[in-house]
């Protein structure tokens, strides 16, 4: 049974920083473009970033563009979100999903396969 599962949210204070792990098993996510996604409360799911597989090209929104960093660890099969100067707008659940491609092939929704269930980030004061 294949599982994905998210790890590191939490509560930050604004301006904090927190790094979110996401996990595979039986799924190699090596061949697999990966992206982070978040919904925030009242509002639509939204890409946040998104990591090629080969190359690591990587992808960020607007919105978070310089404060975040998608990495990779294809040995641990493990992919990354390193979130800096957070703030308030950034309160959201933080889902990982695998893309079909192995690049970074867009945000929409049936791009993906895989998702994990999710991790709580809070940014308060």
């Known amino acids: 049974q294949w599982q994905l599962v998210e790890s590191g949210g939490g509560l930050v204070q604004p301006g904090g920083s927190l790094t979110l792990s996401c996990a595979a098993s039986?799924?190699?996510?090596?061949?697999?473009?990966m992206s982070w996604f978040r919904r925030a409360p009242g509002k639509e799911r939204e890409g946040v970033s998104c990591?090629?597989?080969?190359?690591?090209?990587?992808h960020y929104a607007d919105s978070v563009k310089g404060r975040f960093t998608i990495s990779r660890d294809n040995a641990k099969n493990t992919v990354y979100l390193q979130m800096n100067s957070l703030k308030p707008e950034d309160t959201a659940i933080y889902y990982c999903?695998?893309?079909?491609?192995?690049?970074?092939?867009?945000?929409?929704?049936?791009?993906?396969?895989?998702w994990g269930q999710g991790t709580q980030v809070t940014v308060s004061s």
């Open positions: 999903a695998v893309n079909r491609d192995y690049y970074c092939s867009g945000y929409a929704r049936n791009l993906y396969d895989y």
């Open positions: 990591i090629n597989s080969a190359d690591s090209h990587t």
């Open positions: 039986s799924l190699t996510l090596e061949y697999h473009a």
